[in-house]
């Protein structure tokens, strides 16, 4: 398994609450502004997608990509920290 970064081990440490769309790996100021642009302010927003694409990774990660543009690095890294995240909280 690839390692992962500290932005992605302290999002998967402790509940979503309202952390912002940045807090998720893979998702900085660029695409944040764009997800922002777009409805997608808070990380539970991502989320809600990331679940009724019924946390399909082709699916989300397609979605990521004509959302904002995110590149495959991008897609991999939010796609595994949410996949994380619902792992360990739902």
């Excluded at 500290?6 to 998702?27: C, N, R, S, T, Y």
């Excluded at 100021?29 to 997608?49: H, I, R, T, W």
């Amino acid at each position: 398994m690839s390692s992962t970064s500290q932005k992605h081990k302290d999002f998967v440490a402790e509940p979503m609450g309202e952390k912002p769309v940045k807090a998720l790996a893979g998702i900085g100021d660029v695409l944040g502004k764009k997800l922002e642009d777009k409805g997608f302010d808070k990380a539970y927003v991502v989320l809600g997608q990331f679940l009724v694409l019924k946390k399909d990774e082709e699916l989300f990660r397609d979605w990521l990509k004509d959302t904002c543009g995110a590149n495959a690095k991008q897609q991999g890294d939010c796609y595994g920290c949410l996949k994380e995240w619902c792992d360990a909280f739902l």
